[in-house]
């Protein structure tokens, strides 16, 4: 069973403090995506990473895709309460395949 | 532009009830999931479907039944609720073709509670 790890699995944090989520897996995916879910909501896609190195920017947002697409970062900067979330990322392995496999989830609670 | 919808809600029910949760879309999205979250798993995937009349397992099907004779709707079925079935229950679907990046859109989840 492929798993996808996230650290930290709780985060409390003062707004206006940077943060970085970690998505780890031991085995390689051809794509990665980090959603955001709110209480009482399904998860909303926040980006897409699909080559080794990737980095994208969304606002305050920076996901980077490791070199070998066995893990992927989200980093935060001056983070705001509305950032205040649970962030999942989720792996696809190899090609043709709708079998996305979802990380265990960071809750975030960003502090005014 | 009504999007994804799930029926019920929130739902109660007993062990050894059948129970199905409805999913409906109205983009004509070919492909359609159905995953449960619980706490420490994340979401895991119980059915997907390419396309009308195609259904295949995902890592957790076993007590689940789907079908898909319309694209627009694809329900799930407990056959024979169980309490380890408690769960929140979230459909979602997305476009077909290029495959490995497609993005998923989520319905609002239902909420189960089987005693």
């Known amino acids: 069973t492929q798993l996808l790890e996230q650290s930290p699995q709780f985060l409390s944090i003062q707004e206006g403090e940077n943060l970085t989520v970690y998505c780890n897996s031991s085995s390689v995916f051809s794509s990665l995506q980090w959603y955001r879910q709110e209480p009482g909501e399904g998860p909303v896609l926040l980006v897409t990473v699909v080559t080794g190195g990737e980095v994208k920017k969304l606002k305050r947002l920076t996901f980077q895709f490791g070199d070998a697409r066995k893990d992927s970062s989200l980093h935060i900067t001056a983070a705001q309460p509305g950032d205040t979330g649970l962030y999942l990322c989720a792996g696809v392995v190899g090609s043709g395949t709708y079998k996305y496999i979802f990380g265990t989830g960071t809750r975030l609670k960003v502090l005014a | 532009d009504a999007g994804i919808t799930q029926s019920p809600r929130y739902k109660i029910t007993e062990t050894g009830r059948q129970v199905t949760l409805m999913c409906h879309q109205t983009?004509?999205?070919?492909?359609m999931f159905w995953y449960r979250q619980d706490l420490g798993h994340g979401l895991r995937l119980i059915y997907y479907s390419a396309a009308a009349d195609i259904t295949d397992k995902g890592e957790v099907p076993d007590g689940y039944v789907v079908s898909r004779s319309k694209t627009e709707n694809f329900p799930l079925t407990l056959e024979s609720a169980t309490r380890s079935q408690t769960s929140v229950y979230f459909c979602?679907?997305?476009?077909?073709?290029?495959?490995?990046?497609?993005?998923?859109?989520f319905g609002p989840g239902t909420r189960l509670l089987v005693l």
């Open positions: 983009w004509s999205h070919s492909y």
């Open positions: 979602a679907s997305s476009e077909s073709s290029s495959l490995t990046v497609e993005t998923q859109y």
